[in-house]
């Protein structure tokens, strides 16, 4: 039980373009799911929490105009990194979690995007 | 905010040598403490977790100890193997608090033959 698809899992693109990625409990309903953004040999770093049903929530120093979020149902939540640049490049994270509140949260598969 | 401290940020043991990996968190609510192992290119896995009401917890080669009073509590792993060769990642939240978790810098576990 408690499995979280992400897909796709490897997007190669060029500059400017937008990549939608999405994450899907697929035993479970996540009223909350996590986005983070990982660097080679580096820690995971919390871009945003995407609640359903409502806005979500981002960290500092996250943009949300370059990082749209929309969790508009309890198994789904994408992110689409809109205009992407070489910057942009790096490994994306979602996690589910049940009841808010209820841990552990379940780590999907990780997407590798590389903008060229 | 939370901010997890995790040690050492490398370790190298021989098979069948124990190893420890040490984090400290500095918000004293935090109640919920995960650790996860994330091998190359793949997901942060889930081997083991404490809750705030315990002080130790084991499960058959992994255990992991809580000290909340010091705020630190660390990850032992006994009769390593070749196949624990990973990132592990410490982790600590507050449930019920937005339940984000606050991720340590990561130690990359190398077990040698």
């Known amino acids: 039980g408690a499995v979280v698809s992400q897909h796709p899992s490897w997007v190669i693109c060029k500059s400017g373009t937008s990549v939608k990625i999405e994450c899907r409990s697929l035993d479970f309903q996540a009223t909350t799911m996590f986005w983070y953004r990982q660097f080679p040999k580096q820690s995971l770093m919390l871009m945003a929490t995407?609640?359903?049903?409502?806005?979500?929530?981002?960290e500092q120093g996250v943009e949300k105009d370059k990082f749209l979020i929309n969790h508009a149902s309890l198994t789904l939540s994408t992110l689409t990194v809109t205009s992407a640049h070489p910057e942009d490049s790096s490994f994306y994270i979602c996690?589910?979690?049940?009841?808010?509140?209820?841990?552990?949260?379940?780590f999907g598969d990780g997407t590798r995007l590389s903008i060229l | 905010g939370e901010n997890v401290e995790q040690h050492p940020s490398t370790l190298s043991v021989q098979e069948g040598d124990s190893a420890v990996i040490k984090c400290t968190y500095s918000?004293?609510?935090?109640?919920?403490f995960p650790w996860y192992k994330q091998e190359l290119g793949k997901r942060p896995q889930l081997i083991i977790d404490?809750?705030?009401?315990?002080g130790e917890k084991k499960d058959q080669r992994i255990a992991v100890t809580l000290n909340k009073t010091a705020k630190h509590f660390s990850l032992h792993i006994t009769e390593t193997q070749p196949e624990d060769s990973a990132v592990y990642f410490c982790a600590a939240t507050v449930t019920g608090g937005g339940n984000k978790l606050t991720f340590g810098t990561g130690t990359q576990l190398k077990v040698e033959l």
């Open positions: 918000d004293s609510a935090s109640n919920y």
């Open positions: 404490i809750r705030s009401n315990v």
């Open positions: 995407s609640n359903e049903g409502s806005k979500a929530t981002y």
């Open positions: 996690s589910a979690s049940g009841q808010a509140g209820r841990q552990p949260q379940h």
